[in-house]
Nanobody
Framework: VQLQASGGGLVQAGGSLRLSCAASGRTFSNNAMGWFRQAPGKEREFVAKINWGGGKTYAEFVQGRVAISRDNAKNTVYLQMNSLKAEDTAVYYC?????????????????WGQGTLVTVSS
């Protein structure tokens, strides 16, 4: 099983990026998928998750700026990020949950992508 995250890069504050996470090796249509991030010197933190039925949960600090979605036919989850801020700079990781509803805690996920770096210049 592999999760391949992509779409990171350098963007100016106020800009947008769309991250993608393509899964291979098995399907995750019945599992929740999540995005976490880790900034330099900080712990990994929850960003967003989407459950098997499409229900979404966001961290308060991205509420209204970020949208998570999934395409089960492509076994891919997306994170659309708008109005980016310098403090959004981090490595973003996608993850697949053990269950259908997922968690805001990292231990609720047993498959992780390699991360994609997002750098927001101010």
């Amino acid at each position: 099983v592999q999760l391949q995250a992509s779409g990171g890069g350098l963007v100016q504050a106020g800009g947008s990026l769309r991250l993608s996470c393509a899964a291979s090796g098995r399907t995750f249509s019945n599992n929740a998928m999540g995005w976490f991030r880790q900034a330099p010197g900080k712990e990994r933190e929850f960003v967003a998750k989407i459950n098997w039925g499409g229900g979404k949960t966001y961290a308060e600090f991205v509420q209204g700026r970020v949208a998570i979605s999934r395409d089960n036919a492509k076994n891919t989850v997306y994170l659309q990020m708008n109005s980016l801020k310098a403090e959004d700079t981090a490595v973003y990781y996608c993850a697949a949950s053990r269950g259908s509803y997922g968690s805001t805690l990292s231990y609720g996920y047993n498959y992780w992508g390699q991360g994609t770096l997002v750098t927001v210049s101010s």
